[in-house]
């Protein structure tokens, strides 16, 4: 199913033998995405929402369409739960930030895990200071997961929220959120999913996930980058305040005040990314001719593959062992730094990610300062792997 499909991909075209092994940090763009956004720029242009002519009407009704799109990718309840930010980051900055200043008091407690981003971290140190809670992290298990049961456990009267990452970008690891959401509703607590790594995956629902927020960025979809996206459930329209103040978020504005608007629109201040969602919806297109399912089957696949020969050498340490992961793998050599690693694939035309991947905690938590990381997408096949292990294990030799 997947066998031509490099051929989507311009990247490919110019650069045939480029072995692309990082979407967990961007996956590339398939030719519709691009061909989509280029010709949005080029004939369909002009900003959104306001004008009464027809190309900004016209315009407004495809962007729109695209979080209907969005809404049901995700098994929203509708269209009007999907509220575009510029990326995930500031998606959960949004969150944390308006959910902070109206709910947090001096000794509460917020929980997420040693095994976040930074994305899912800082922005709830930041709101800490200001608003004087606690932050918490669940451990991990030996596996590299979030040991649900620990997490559990922190669960007290103080904690007024947890934030978890759905697939760990460093171990790959994905959640069972089945118990989480359950103790959090039970117990009245709301709970933000990191969605970044797992959206282009496996398919998701939102409502089963039993979260109040879910986040993720365009870029991880074989979208463009410089859009995010923020599910909220109903009740959060109106709980929380807006997070910036401008154009079209407001209802009414007279000198000395202003009320804002309902729904999204009250957390879409300015001009909104139009052409960056109109892209956003190519790429929904594009991974729709598929069955997420079977994408996830098909990287899971070729993570096997990977990580049987990868194991297979030797002084090689991989992180993260569930048996509920995605196409993630985070290794080190015995005795060679990871970034001299990425430099001598980068000489064979490889493309990894090393370093601590915005996750220092997890780092930390792993005795280690950085990894080399392997990431699959769509794109990629036996014969990346192939390529790959060989030039590690030309690697090895190089540094014997
Ligand atoms: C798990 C996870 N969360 C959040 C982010 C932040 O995404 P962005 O930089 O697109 O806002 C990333 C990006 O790498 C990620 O991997």
Redesign the pocket.
Known sequence: MFKDIKNSFPVYTKNPKLVFLDT??SALKPESVIKTINDCYAYEYSNIHRGLYSLSANLTKKYEEVRLKISKFISAESAENVVFTK????A?NLVVETYSEKFFSTGDEVIISYL??H??IVPWHMASKKYGFKVIAAEITEEGSIDVKDLIEKINNKTKFISL?H???VTGSITNFEKISDVAKNNNIPLLI?G??HIAHAPINVDNLGCDFY?F?G??IYGP?GV?VLYMKDKWFDKLDPYQGGGSMIEKVEIDQTTFAKGFQKFEAGTPPIVQVIGLGASLDFLNQYKLKEIFNYEKELYDYAYEKLDSLNNITIYGQSNQKGAILAFNIKDIHPNDVAVILDQKNIAIRTGH??AQPLMKRLNINSTARVSFGIYNNEDDVDYFIEAIKETKNFFK
């Open positions: 967990a940090a990326s995930a980051t500031e959960i976040e981003h994305s899912n990452t697939m760990s970008n990191d970044c790594q986040v960025s870029h991880k980058s995010g991947h915005c």
